[in-house]
């Protein structure tokens, strides 16, 4: 049940929020974790999408890996429209953000928020983007023993080599580029990513000869099925907290309900953010209302602070939706990693030359494996997705129309634009012959880019967020050379035909619109409202060079809650 009140409110169970609920937690503080969306894989939820079920969670009783695999099917389409940014009762539909062009904000309601489908990524900051580009008020230095817990409750290991990984990787030696053995990355190079994934057991290892089931306890560890965008709930049969990815559902959510201090309440969306003002003073925050998206009835509690970990584009909306000061940054600043992805097709014969196989293929492995880094521009990595994925990234949306339209004679792609029809068709036939090259460049804090909110627009929480992003002449730069570099290690590797999607902005990283420096102090409590943290990737002054952001936020959720911890209890 919810009590009236708690020393600590967080306002969001997503990738961050249950990091920060977790060290208050184990402090002894008792805390409410309020979250918009469902609990996936909890007893008191069993039916999450059809039947409102219970009210709250404090026990890790409550989890089961069963229901999990039950909710989690890994079939693609049946798991995308599961995991979106929408109440728990699917038939209401999804919230609505509004988005320039033809990108879109990918962002998932539930308990461990986007990290439900995320790829399991966790590299660091580059230190260069916090120590040199100026954005920061501290130093990457502070952030080193946060990396450290993050990286061990999350049981960060570089990632396993399967053939696609092999292949990158002999394409960047190729072209030069040097292999890079330190998760504090200062030069260019490539690697194996760290990925918060458990290792596949040994006897998945190639020439282990494994002949068994893909389930546990047969198979511990990584299956190497791909699926983690699908929520990954892999190896199946295995409990809650032994699937293989460590999202914070399974990772940082068992950990803060093991303190005994945790409740978590799903279904809750948080509408506003109540505070007191003394006389000539600044406001104190004193605790949230939220809604109940089942029943639509709104309740309060209070708090001793209020922590938002409600995502880049939620607790700028939140802020903005109550009656908290003006401050001119807030929601601006967004960065998105602005984005593209470039494909590479070979030759059957070709392959078997390199290989020893005539296939990549692109969906055995982790599905995110192999990077490259260039602190200064962002980052390359390799994408293994379903072929449905795969078609509308590489080949569906491009900002240069359709690849018919461009001439790219002069450039080091042989296509660039929208497949369609027979072209399309010829391309993905070729599926296990492709590997695909996500560019994630190092897009700066502009002030145009961010959240707003009219009055005109409401949903049922109040004003909808209205995201606005366009790239600096700079922030094209780096994306241009970065999918010129893609192109290279492809070509390199022995790629016969390489493609450039020229992709619209696309907001997958989303960070910065609430920037320590500028709306949140070096504790990331406001400036302009005591008691009020944020501990979610707005918090973020930039976007941490390029490289994948959940765990520079989630070190950062964690350093807060020890800053909270000094200054208020
Ligand atoms: C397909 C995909 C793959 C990705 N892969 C990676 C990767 O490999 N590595 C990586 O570092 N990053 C990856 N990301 C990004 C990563 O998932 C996010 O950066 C991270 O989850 C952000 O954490 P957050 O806490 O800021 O926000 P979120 O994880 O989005 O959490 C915010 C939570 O707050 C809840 N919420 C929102 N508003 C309210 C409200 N008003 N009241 C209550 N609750 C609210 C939301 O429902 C959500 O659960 C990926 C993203 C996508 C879409």
Partial sequence: MVAESYDAVVVGAGGDGPVAAWKLGEAGLSVLLLEAGPFYGNEQ?????????GEASSSTADLSGDLLDEQFTTREFEM????????????????????????????????????LHYTGCHPRAYPASIDEQGHWPIDYADLLPYYR??????????????????????GAARAGWEFIDDYNVTGPGYRPQPNAIRPPDAKLHVDAGHDGGFTYPEVRGDTLALGNIAGNPHPRGAPYEEKAKRASNVSFVPAALRTGNVTIRPNAFVTDVRTETALDDSPTATGVAFRDTWTGRTESVEAEVVILAAGAIETPRLWLNTDLPRNEWVGRGLTIHFGDNVMGLWDAADLEGILGKRTVDQHQGQDIAARFDYPGLGMLQTVGTGPGIGAILGFGASASGFAFQNDPDDAPWDTMGRLAGAELKRLLSDYRRMLQILVVSDDRPHKRNGVTVSEALPDEHGPIPLVNYEPSRGDRQRRDE????AAEILREAGAAHVHRSDSPPTALHVHSTMRMGKVVDETCEAYDVERLFVAD?????????????????????????????????
């Fill in 482 to 485: 970065l999918a010129e570099i």
């Fill in 45 to 53: 939820w069993p039916k999450p999408n059809e039947e409102p079920g």
């Fill in 537 to 569: 990737h707005s918090a973020l002054s930039n976007g941490v060079g390029g490289a994948n952001p959940t765990n520079t936020g989630q070190a950062l959720a964690a350093r807060t809650a020890d800053r909270i911890l000094e200054r208020y209890f």
């Fill in 80 to 115: 995308i429209n599961k995991l979106l940014f929408g109440p728990a009762d699917h038939e209401r539909g999804f919230w609505f953000r509004k988005f320039p062009g033809d990108g879109a904000i990918l962002q998932c309601a539930g308990v461990g928020g986007t990290t």
């Fill in 149 to 170: 817990e993050v990286e061990e409750l999350c049981e960060v290991t570089p990632a396993p080599i399967t053939a696609k990984e092999e292949l990158f990787f002999r």
